[in-house]
């Protein structure tokens, strides 16, 4: 298996990306890795993977246009070699926005696939569970239709990583009864139903998204940002008031000590950075997008999701299902 | 000022919302409250406020068609006796659906407003300031000018009811540039901008929507409520965990002794309860959504938000805006 890895980007910078391709390397003797990125900051990984300097850094804030006209970046390299190459995935902590088109139009959408989906993993209630949910920001309108195809992706991918024969598929909804919901997903609601799509259970609230009943929840991408982040933002705001709380006086301090291995625990559920990040469901191609602010840790699962997308050969299934 | 309360359909029965009324009461002498409810349940309210029968429960998940017919319920009395007896509110915390529709179709729409939107407070990082959000729910699907007109609504609002002369009104969206957002969303943006519209920030991601910055959150009907969900449903997750992460053993129960007041201070600002509900803006009258799970407490707080709507006149001032 090859995967290439974009190292520049990141908030943290290369070293980390460094630290986790060689603590994944470590554990996979069936995995080659090809680094794009400043070579000088990738003397660590000689001889045991293939360095291409690729030095321009692709900012933040890029969009399509630009990232296509910067042939010196990491981000862009590591997603035309893969191509070119036949690669087996591309891994990047860079740009959002910059990597998901480049990926995007350099390897093509499945034939069948009306749009590509973001798909994320969520922590839940039940210990372990996680919830994948689809799309979370690829695209900023969904119709009833491409909602319908998000489902069969999401299952395929719930199956192939999870290993859940049967994964139980969601509608995100204002409501359980199948009036409710936004036009596309009142359409994908009947269109799910007509077809006795499998393992289709109907509409999930927003607030039991996480409950850990569901196993895939399908929604338009603009609708799956606004879920995102503001999980995200409340999971913060919530540890801020924890710390406040616990930093009151020097009896409350010490009352920390006893509770910090439960509250660690707590916020490790509700911590991206151990999730491997977003994977681009729908192209031809594992493409998965570490977190801005991944530390080695998280670009490591990252690197474990490309692998095991491979492994259970996620896009051949697309492809099948669709044609 | 006269307020109609539907004393039916909540969740903890008739005796708190009587406690509420009670206790509301006792501290405006300027109010006369109409309950509407079952006569029995009401006696304790005799000599204080205007008993009205109306025994019927609007279930939870009763349409607008099924309350229109329910002639002698508690909710569709309180409205239906608002509009024909001139009184100056509306509370209720029966079934939403329900409660909005009949009050929309009763009170009819503001002339000029295109939708009525739901609105709520949201606790923020910062003590004690909130931040209101319009639509969450009582829409499924919004134009950008009926986000335009939110945003007039909003604005008044906060005016009005916290006092603020230049509320900062921004759009709920996925990015923070111009380009970023639902369609609806990046219409509204561009409305507001050329109308150099007072106080606009332009796009709030999710994220940052409960960082304190924003006054108001303008957003269509669907996302409003994925947004409110998500948020509520990520709140109780945590507190679930904390309380487990509190109970494994002696010493992280004596901890939990020295952070109870922090945490119970951190609980109470992501508790729905304090917030006095959702109002429904842009119909002729005060309507006022206290949750279905609501206390006394909760139900004393919608009703001074119904007071709070009154004294500063912000149904007459969407009628002047607007036209």
Request: hydrophobic content about 40%.
């Amino acid at each position: 298996m090859k995967l290439a890895v974009d190292t520049l980007g990141g908030d943290l910078g290369s070293p980390v990306i460094v630290k986790a391709i060689k603590s994944f390397l470590s554990k996979h003797n069936d995995v080659e890795i090809i680094a794009f990125g400043k070579k000088e900051e990738l003397a660590e990984l000689e001889g045991i993977a293939t360095i291409v300097d690729a030095p321009e850094v692709v900012p933040m804030e890029a969009g399509a246009l630009e990232v296509l006209r910067m042939k010196n970046s990491s981000m862009l390299n590591a997603v035309k070699q893969m191509k070119e190459n036949g690669y087996d995935g591309v891994v990047s902590c860079g740009s959002t926005g910059a990597f998901l088109s480049s990926a995007t139009i350099t390897l093509k959408l499945i034939p069948g696939i009306k749009r590509a989906a973001l798909v994320a993993p969520f922590p839940t209630k039940i210990k372990g569970k996680k919830v994948i949910i689809l799309d979370i920001g690829a695209s900023n309108e969904n119709s009833g239709e491409e909602l319908y195809q998000f489902a069969k992706m999401g299952r395929l991918y719930y199956q192939g990583v999870y290993g859940v024969e049967e994964p139980k598929t969601y509608i995100l909804s204002n409501g359980l009864e199948e009036g409710k919901g936004s036009p596309s997903g009142k359409e994908a609601y009947k269109m799910l139903k007509e077809n006795s799509f499998p393992g289709f259970k109907g509409n999930v609230e927003a607030r039991y998204a996480l409950s850990g009943e569901a196993d895939v929840i399908v929604t338009d991408g603009y609708s799956g940002n606004v879920f995102l982040k503001s999980t995200e933002g409340t999971a913060k705001i919530f540890s801020s008031l924890l710390k406040d709380a616990f930093k009151k006086n020097l009896w409350s301090k010490l009352g920390y000590l006893h509770v910090r291995s439960g509250i660690k625990n707590m916020t490790e559920i509700f911590d991206y950075k151990n999730t491997g990040g977003a994977m681009l469901l729908g192209v031809n191609g594992v493409v998965v997008k570490a977190h801005g602010s991944s530390d080695e840790i998280a670009f490591e699962s990252a690197l474990d999701v490309a692998y095991k997308m491979n492994k259970s050969g996620v896009v051949n299934k697309i492809k099948e299902a669709i044609n």
